[in-house]
């Protein structure tokens, strides 16, 4: 059995048994859970980013040393850059516009909106305090390391992408002998690094079904009923970003077939809705644009490590469709001026999430603030935002994969694949 199957089925199986279990026991096997399948799922998502380091720093600084010249750099710079901004902000315009539409919020009965923000008001305030910290100049500040080795420390993914690119470019401007040494030594952490990927995702189907597990146990499903017009019209617009708006951009702008393309991605999509991490399903998504796409390493390595922390499409469609649903629920009133904002500031506070699960709460704050929404109302949404935190994350990583291969179509990279540990890389003409 292949192992995109076995990983499915995995899903499959935490999902029925964690449902099952949260329906026989009344607020899921907090013991087992606690005991078993938490530090279980906690072990293999700590393997995948445990990998993240070394891979971006390697495959971003190869990647740019490869592309052979600055002119080269600054065209795939660009269209990756055109790509990002254009794909996050029709996806923000699609989740503001379904919210106009079905309007969730203006029949959330009251009684249920008063006792969902007292549940949860206690865990609104982390991401309160955080709000007033998180969007400000400092963000573009930090971008620049002073201490990259501190900066790795800390997983501060901009300040590891800065310092990889500027060694990368530091190898384009330098003579060849002389940077061999490095670039080879970056390019053995790259092959080393995809080879650990391809280890921790053996236990993938084990380590999905204790992560999936872990959250459907405990779960409170009748919150799901509460606000299911809320969850439907954001998973609808997220599948349609997804199958409609990708498919476009792969058939037109990079002429290859969307069912190839998405059999390819499976396992990329199923990291990224068990994780809810970009920057845990990174790795995998290296391994398989340049494994199973066909996309150059050079390409992989520049526009995907990139795009895991600054291309959020499912986040900014998220924030917009949030916003509008909770100046709904509190009779508020959005002109189109005001949405219009709402729009904006969700593709621009997209840019600065972090990949990992629930960055996006105390951004969703600073849109509220600023359209005159009361920060308190994150509460409402607090206890389904994992839910629909793993089908954003689906959305955010296979827009950069999307990216890679418009990329790849303009910019096609080397023919033999120096960073990839398998000597038979299919074409990218193998996808159309
Ligand atoms: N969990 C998301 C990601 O990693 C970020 C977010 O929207 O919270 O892509």
């Known amino acids: 059995m292949q192992l995109p199957t076995r990983i499915f089925i995995g899903l499959a199986a935490g999902a029925a048994f964690g449902v099952a279990a949260n329906l026989l026991t009344h607020g899921g096997p907090t013991r087992f859970i606690e005991l078993v399948t938490e ?53 923000s315009i699609l989740g503001i516009s379904i919210m106009n539409i079905v309007a969730p919020g203006v029949d959330l009965d009251p009684a249920i909106r008063t006792k969902l ?22 963000l573009l500040v930090k971008i620049i390391p002073r201490n990259p080795v501190a900066a790795a420390a800390s997983g501060d993914m901009l300040a590891v992408i800065f310092f990889a690119l500027m060694i990368g470019v530091a190898l384009l401007m330098i003579p ?29 189907p084990i380590g999905v079904f204790a992560l999936i597990f872990s959250v459907t146990a405990r779960f409170g499903f009748d919150l799901l009923l509460n606000l299911a017009h809320f969850i439907v019209a954001v998973i609808a617009g997220l599948v349609i970003f997804l199958v409609v708006g990708y498919s476009l951009a792969l058939l037109l702008v ?52 990139l795009g895991a922390t600054v291309n959020m499409n499912g986040t900014a469609l998220y924030e917009g469709a949030t916003v509008l649903f909770l100046a709904q629920v509190f009779g508020i ?60 994350t689906v959305l955010n990583v296979m827009g950069d994969l999307v990216t890679a291969t418009i990329v790849s179509r303009f910019e096609p990279g080397p023919a033999v694949a120096p960073v990839s540990v398998t000597t038979s890389v299919p074409s990218q003409k193998n996808l159309g």
């Open 39 to 91: 530090p279980i799922g906690k072990m293999w998502l700590s393997a995948l980013i445990m990998v993240v380091i070394p891979m971006v720093i390697s495959t971003l600084a190869t990647g740019v040393a490869q592309l052979g010249s600055f002119k080269r750099l600054g065209r795939i710079g660009l269209i990756t850059i055109v790509c990002f901004l254009s794909l996050t902000l029709l996806s």
């Open 254 to 305: 990079a002429r290859v077939s969307p069912r190839t393309f998405f059999s390819r991605a499976r396992i990329v999509m199923i990291t990224a809705f068990s994780t809810s991490s970009s920057n845990a399903t990174l790795p995998t998504t290296i391994r398989v644009a340049e494994q199973s796409m066909g996309i150059s390493p050079s390409i992989a390595g520049f526009v995907l490590p």
């Open 117 to 138: 923000l007292e549940t949860y008001r206690g865990q609104t305030t982390d991401a309160m305090g955080m709000s007033s910290t998180t969007f400000s100049i400092d």
């Open 176 to 204: 060849e002998e002389k940077g061999a040494p490095v670039r080879n030594f970056l390019d053995s952490v790259a092959h080393i690094s995809i080879a650990t990927i391809d280890l921790i995702m053996r236990v993938a």
């Open 333 to 392: 009133k959005l002109t189109l001026a005001a949405q219009v904002i709402v729009v904006l500031m969700s593709v621009l506070t997209s840019i600065g999430v972090a990949g990992i699960p629930g960055a996006s709460l105390p951004f969703i704050m600073v849109v509220l603030g600023m359209v005159g929404v009361p920060l308190e109302g994150i509460a409402i949404i607090m206890g389904i935002d994992r839910l629909l935190d793993m089908c954003r």
